[in-house]
């Protein structure tokens, strides 16, 4: 694998996942059987064991996860609309905030800040045809 590949599944592993190669490791365990039991390539392995003998820690790189494009004063308008309409659409609330974003940033930010929708889905919308066999 090459080098650029390896760093992209080494990134990939949880904390969790460090710790128990780590453990296993230190244990004698082969990085092929470590690689086995975690479900994960060897080289992911190898660079995670790699880089705490070379380096000491297993922390990541800072700003490593992908950046938001929504501020705090966005993220604060998109709770607030939600909490004084909580039957207001994700489109409406995407369309009030100044920042592109899709409506699954809206749910992120709804169940960030502990919101649900007050009307749950129930059923599926019939389409015009469906309505028309249904009425006959």
């Known amino acids: 694998m090459t080098g650029k590949r390896a760093r992209r599944h080494f990134s990939q592993l949880s904390e969790f996942e460090r710790g128990l190669i780590i453990g296993m490791k230190t244990a004698g365990w082969s990085t092929r059987r470590v690689a086995g039991q975690l479900d994960r390539s060897e080289c992911a392995v190898r660079n995670c064991w790699e880089q705490l003998t070379r380096e000491g820690t297993l922390a990541r790189k800072t700003g490593s996860e992908a950046t938001r494009k929504t501020m705090r004063r966005e993220n604060r308008r998109i709770v607030r609309q939600a909490l004084v309409d909580p ?16 409506p699954q940033t809206i749910s992120r930010h709804l169940s960030e800040a502990n ?13 015009p045809e469906h309505r028309q066999l249904r009425l006959q």
Do not use: E
């Open 115 to 127: 919101l649900k929708s007050k009307h749950p889905f129930r059923a599926l919308p019939l389409t």
């Open 87 to 102: 039957t207001v659409p994700r489109s409406t609330i995407r369309a009030d905030v100044v920042v592109a974003i899709v």
